[in-house]
T-cell receptor, first 112, second 114 residues
C-alpha cells in the first residue's frame, strides 16, 4: 500500500523562475493539502484541494497555485521564485477533509 | 487566534519516559495531533485525539489532553534511540469554523542519550 509520494525529491532553481511540484495521494485518499516548511520551523498551510477544487487557502500570495486531477493527484506551482521560497514542500493526503492527514517525504526546493 | 506552542528541546536517557508538551490557543480545536519528523524525511502521524477525550493510549504512546488549560502532552514510555526526532503538535477545527488546515507548533527536538 503506497503512501503519499512526491516528486522530485530535490530541486534547485534561480530567482524569477517557475516550478511545479507533484504529489500522488495515499491509496483511497481524495483530499490533498500542501504545506511549506522553512528550516527550523513547523509546516505552514498553503492550500487544500478536494473534488478538484481549492477548498481552503492559507496566507500565501497568488504566486502559489495548485491543481487537483481526476485521479486525486495534485500539483503545486510557484511563479516568480524568491529566495524566501527555499523550503521543504510537503504534500499531505486524507480520506475526506476532516480525516487525519498523512504526509509524503517532501520536495526540498532551493532558490539560488 | 490560532497558535500552537512547544518547548524547543528535550533530552532523556534511553529507557526513561519522555514527556513532550504543547499548548494551543484556539478553543474550538477539535482534533489534536502528534507528528514525528526524522532528518530528511516528511511527517509521520503518530497519534491524534478528539477534543471530547482526556486520554488516549497506543502502545508506548500516551496522549493527555487538558481542555481547561488548553494543554496537550505526549508521553513516550521506554524511550529508545530510534525515537530521537522532532515532534510536532498540531490542531485543526474542521467543524467549528470549516477550517481544514493543520496549525503546527515549531516542534520539539527529542534527543535520546544511550
Amino acid at each position: 500500500d503506497a503512501g503519499v509520494t512526491q516528486s522530485p525529491t530535490h530541486l534547485i532553481k534561480t530567482r524569477g523562475q517557475q516550478v511545479t511540484l507533484r504529489c500522488s495521494p495515499k491509496s483511497g485518499h481524495d483530499t490533498v493539502s500542501w504545506y511549506q516548511q522553512a528550516l527550523g520551523q513547523g509546516p505552514q498551510f498553503i492550500f487544500q484541494y478536494y473534488e478538484e477544487e481549492e477548498r481552503q487557502r492559507g496566507n500565501f500570495p497568488d504566486r502559489f497555485s495548485g491543481h487537483q486531477f481526476p485521479n486525486y493527484s495534485s500539483e503545486l506551482n510557484v511563479n516568480a521564485l524568491l529566495l524566501g521560497d527555499s523550503a521543504l514542500y510537503l504534500c499531505a493526503s486524507s480520506s475526506g477533509t476532516i480525516q487525519p492527514q498523512h504526509f509524503g517525504d517532501g520536495t526540498r526546493l532551493s532558490i539560488l | 487566534g490560532e497558535d500552537v506552542e512547544q518547548s524547543l528541546f528535550l533530552s532523556v536517557r534511553e529507557g526513561d519516559s519522555s514527556v513532550i508538551n504543547c499548548t494551543y490557543t484556539d478553543s474550538s480545536s477539535t482534533y489534536l495531533y502528534w507528528y514525528k519528523q526524522e532528518p530528511g524525511a516528511g511527517l509521520q502521524l503518530l497519534t491524534y485525539i478528539f477534543s471530547n477525550m482526556d486520554m488516549k493510549q497506543d502502545q508506548r504512546l500516551t496522549v493527555l489532553l487538558n481542555k481547561k488549560d488548553k494543554h496537550l502532552s505526549l508521553r513516550i514510555a521506554d524511550t529508545q534511540t530510534g525515537d530521537s526526532a522532532i515532534y510536532f503538535c498540531a490542531e485543526t477545527s474542521p467543524w467549528m469554523d470549516s477550517s481544514y488546515k493543520l496549525i503546527f507548533g515549531s516542534g520539539t527536538r527529542l534527543l535520546v542519550r544511550p
